[in-house]
């Protein structure tokens, strides 16, 4: 079990969601249980998760849960696009969280890959 605030994808994902939060303060007050509502629980369930899956035990569960982080990536990289379409983001906003979205899910995606590639190692040295 490892300390999931030493992972580096972890911190991305913690960095992506304090901007989300910045920028949504700004959103129209009736959006408050809208779209500002579901972009932060999406921004803060890629970070939970990681977290969460961390003290699981094995490589099996852990990538499970950075499966689930990788589809809240995506949630939110469409409530950005929402947004933006909305004009609750201009496009410089728009763009730096889209550029903090690629980077996390190219990070989840290498996690994912590496974590799945030690399960199968494990596999072959059970079997």
């Keep these: 079990m490892q300390d999931f605030r030493n992972l580096r994808v972890w911190q991305k994902a913690h960095e992506l969601t304090l901007e989300v939060y910045k920028c949504t303060r700004q959103f129209p007050r009736e959006e408050l249980y809208g779209v500002t509502s579901q972009m932060r629980r999406a921004a803060a369930s890629i970070s939970a998760n990681l977290a969460e899956g961390c003290c699981r035990q094995g490589d099996t ?12 990536v995506s949630e939110l990289e469409y409530f950005l ?13 728009y763009e730096r969280l889209n550029n903090l979205v690629n980077e996390t899910k190219r990070m989840l995606i290498s996690l994912i890959q590496k974590l799945r590639s030690q399960e199968n190692a494990g596999n072959k040295n059970s079997g």
């Design 81 to 93: 696009l929402l947004s933006r379409d909305l004009s609750f983001l201009n496009n410089d906003e």
């Design 61 to 72: 569960e852990f990538s499970r849960f950075a499966q689930i982080a990788l589809g809240s």
